[in-house]
């Protein structure tokens, strides 16, 4: 194999790679209820989960639970019916291999 073809490949292989393993932060929309959540996210409502752990912050009375829409990544977000439903963002940490995904990606 000629040497070009070979550094052809090689920055070929190693574009891909880091295309693939490259993402930015990964957050998620906080929301009052689960209504607000599904008003919002009106083409996706089956992504919106509520958890039964509720947040220290006081937006959210006791026990009521957090309700959150589906993950995207940072400046990357879809536009969606109701924004301003939103109460709050958080990051997501994920370890593992699922570290780099989500769910509305603006990545290619």
């Keep these: 194999m000629k040497k070009s073809n070979v550094v052809f ?6 574009g891909v790679l880091m295309a693939m393993l490259h993402h930015d932060a990964v957050y998620r929309d906080i929301y009052a209820s689960r ?11 089956y992504h919106c ?4 752990s509720g947040g220290s912050s006081s ?3 006791p026990g009521s639970g957090r309700h959150r829409g ?10 969606t019916a109701r ?5 709050a963002r958080e990051m997501v940490r994920r370890g593992g291999f699922g570290s780099s995904g989500a769910r509305f990606s603006g990545g290619g």
């Design 59 to 61: 937006i959210y009375s």
């Design 70 to 79: 589906p993950t995207y990544e940072s400046d990357s977000r879809p536009r």
């Design 9 to 14: 490949t090689s920055v070929l292989t190693g």
């Design 49 to 52: 989960e509520t958890s039964s």
């Design 35 to 45: 209504e607000n959540c599904q008003a919002d996210w009106s083409t996706y409502p």
């Design 83 to 87: 924004h301003d439903l939103v109460v």
